[in-house]
């Protein structure tokens, strides 16, 4: 018998919470700086590099991708945090698995809106970056170091993401 399709969910703060920081502009600001021209929302996301890791700040360009979408596959980062920042107004999917002795779980799916990143935080099992439209342009902020950051699931039955 098939899984049961899982259904994106909206990206909000308390859901993502197990998994990460959602990354927003939303609500007041924290502060008013630059004489007060620009609200500061301070301190929204809980990275973590690691020992012997630095922060790097990259661009990555994935394929959009379509529902219903194959999850065939997640991946971890043990030795530090991932943030994704689109650089665009377009949603993105992210999908996460809590860890269950050292193996992701039932995976669970998020859909953002426009202006939400979101910061994974260190060891967390997630899907690989599941733009829905083009161009899949984002700034991520992760470890940068020599030792591995990464571990791969691959699932013995995959999953589908469907609307």
Same mark, same amino acid.
């Given at each position: ?15 993502? @919470?197990?998994?990460? /920081?959602?990354? @927003?502009?939303? +609500? ?8 007060? =021209? ?8 809980? %990275? /973590? ?6 922060? +790097? *700040? ?8 379509? *529902? ?16 994704? %920042?689109?650089?665009? /107004? ?14 992701? +779980? ?13 910061? =994974? ?7 690989? =970056? ?5 161009? +899949? ?27």
């Amino acid at each position: 018998m098939p899984r049961p399709p899982i259904r994106p969910e909206p990206l909000t703060a308390a859901g993502f @919470a197990p998994f990460g /920081d959602l990354i @927003a502009a939303e +609500g007041p600001p924290d502060r008013l700086i630059n004489q007060g =021209l620009c609200g500061r929302w301070h301190d929204r996301a809980r %990275l /973590d590099f690691g020992p012997g890791g630095r922060a +790097g *700040l990259s661009i990555f360009r994935a394929e959009p991708r379509r *529902l219903p979408h194959r999850l065939e596959m997640v991946e971890r980062h043990p030795e530090g945090s991932q943030a994704f %920042l689109p650089m665009t /107004d377009h949603p993105f999917l992210v999908i996460v698995a809590p860890d269950e002795a050292g193996r992701p +779980g039932t995976p669970r799916a998020f859909r953002t809106a426009p202006g939400q990143g979101i910061n =994974l935080h260190r060891g967390t099992w997630h899907g690989v =970056l599941t733009p829905l439209a083009e161009p +899949g342009l984002f700034a991520v902020l992760d470890r940068i170091g020599d030792s591995p950051n990464l571990e791969e699931h691959w699932f013995e039955e995959p999953w589908t993401i469907e609307d």
